[in-house]
């Protein structure tokens, strides 16, 4: 499932294709995505123009402006969910196959939702709609936000494992399996070691680590391991910089020991048992 870095990156790309640009039609398949599309949303959004593409998360979130009086008027909810693709392409380019939703735009260009699993969502929100509550959960900070005394009070107060504590999105928004994974490499941090178990001093080393792994992967326009795209159709590079994700049975890139892996939750975490230990460092 594409992450922050991986979004972070569509939005990126997004902005200057889509500023100012205006939909004049639409078009939608009959396959469902995880929410359906409803019919009147393509009339309510005819003949806006795209404001600033943003990102919350996993969500990006496209404001639709009205000319006269210039407002918005509503803004576009999209997750890519597992295998999501939402680009801009030329209105001559061949349509792939599982393309769901296109926008027409007034520049001969298209905006495309194509999603072979059907678990992301394109939807409309009318202006006075409150988008964030319709996310459903409670998002956190982002990571280059995360305030360090309430992240360490997150953590020491939880028995969860710190893997559990990273995946959920009101403790940190945005951060998903792969970058858990690196995150607590780099901070040196066994995946199964209980939040309780940690100090402030390595909260803070936790902390630090999401932020750097986060900044990172957006600088290599997040990982391309299957379907992931940015906006401009361009692939990441991350998953040529993994240190420990997808990896096991190779050699630690620091120490040369074999990187393991465990489930947890029902998620594979990937690991060095030497420079993670069990127990913490000394």
């Known amino acids: 499932m594409p992450e922050l870095p991986e979004v972070e990156t569509v939005a990126r790309d997004l902005r200057p294709l889509l500023a100012g640009r205006r939909a004049v039609a639409f078009w939608v398949g009959e396959a469902q995505l995880r929410r359906p599309w409803k019919r009147s949303w393509s009339g309510q959004m005819a003949g806006l123009r795209f404001g600033e593409v943003r990102r919350r998360g996993k969500w990006l979130m496209l404001p639709l402006?009205?000319?006269?009086?210039?407002?918005?008027?509503?803004?576009?909810?999209?997750?890519?969910?597992?295998?999501?693709?939402?680009?801009?392409?030329?209105?001559?380019?061949?349509?792939?196959?599982?393309?769901h939703v296109v926008f027409f735009l007034d520049n001969q260009t298209h905006l495309r939702f194509r999603?072979?699993?059907?678990?992301?969502?394109?939807?409309?929100?009318?202006?006075?709609?409150?988008?964030e509550k319709h996310l459903g959960e409670k998002l956190g900070p982002e990571?280059?936000?995360i305030p360090a005394g309430p992240f360490a009070d997150a953590v020491r107060k939880s028995n969860r494992t710190l893997k559990a504590i990273l995946l959920d999105q009101s403790v940190v928004a945005g951060v998903g399996n792969i970058y858990a994974d690196e995150a607590l490499f780099r901070a040196g941090l066994h995946p199964e070691r209980r939040g309780s178990s940690l100090s402030v001093a390595e909260c803070d080393r936790l902390r630090g680590s999401v932020e750097g792994v986060i900044a990172r992967a957006i600088a290599s326009r997040g990982s391309t391991i299957r379907d992931y795209v940015g906006g401009s159709g361009l692939r990441g590079g991350f998953q040529h910089e993994f240190a420990v994700y997808?990896?096991?049975?190779?050699?630690?890139?620091?120490?040369?020991?074999a990187i393991e892996r465990v489930v947890l939750g029902g998620r594979s975490s990937h690991f060095c048992a030497k420079c993670q230990p069990a127990g913490g460092r000394t």
């Open 65 to 99: 402006e009205s000319p006269k009086p210039k407002a918005v008027a509503g803004i576009l909810l999209v997750h890519l969910g597992m295998t999501g693709q939402f680009t801009v392409v030329s209105a001559d380019d061949p349509w792939a196959d599982h393309t």
């Open 115 to 131: 999603d072979i699993r059907r678990f992301g969502s394109v939807e409309w929100f009318p202006a006075g709609k409150d988008v």
């Open 143 to 145: 990571p280059f936000d």
């Open 246 to 257: 997808g990896r096991t049975g190779e050699p630690c890139v620091t120490c040369g020991s």
